[in-house]
Nanobody, 120 residues
């Protein structure tokens, strides 16, 4: 079955950097991205990227975060720079086969989540 394996979370000081990785098994996904959920908050989209390389970002992370993917490895990355305390959250990798997917199994998959804590 499809699995999304996340890595790269941890504790970092304000202004520091982290890089998250998410490796997906199975065939290529139409879109891959990162969501985050802080205590008491709704899960929100941080960044997304299509198989063709088109990206979008939440306003709160524009200019600081960069999403990329390696289609050959079916892996998506999130480079996080200039981290702020408000970036503290559990970050979840998402992979979506697309709106018109009609194959077997779920259309959408989620990683297990990785904790990112920004604190001095």
């Amino acid at each position: 079955q499809v699995q999304l394996v996340e890595s790269g979370g941890g504790l970092v000081q304000p202004g520091g950097s982290l890089r998250l990785s998410c490796a997906a098994s199975g065939s290529i996904f139409s879109t891959m991205g990162w969501y985050r959920q802080a205590p008491g908050k709704q899960r929100e989209l941080v960044a997304g990227i299509t198989s063709g390389g088109s990206t979008n970002y939440a306003d709160s992370v524009k200019g600081r975060f960069t999403i990329s993917r390696d289609n050959a490895k079916n892996t998506v990355y999130l480079q996080m720079n200039s981290l702020k305390p408000e970036d503290t959250a559990v970050y979840y990798c998402n992979a979506d086969r697309g709106l018109w997917y009609n194959g077997r199994g779920p259309r959408e998959y989620w990683g297990q989540g990785t904790q990112v804590t920004v604190s001095s």
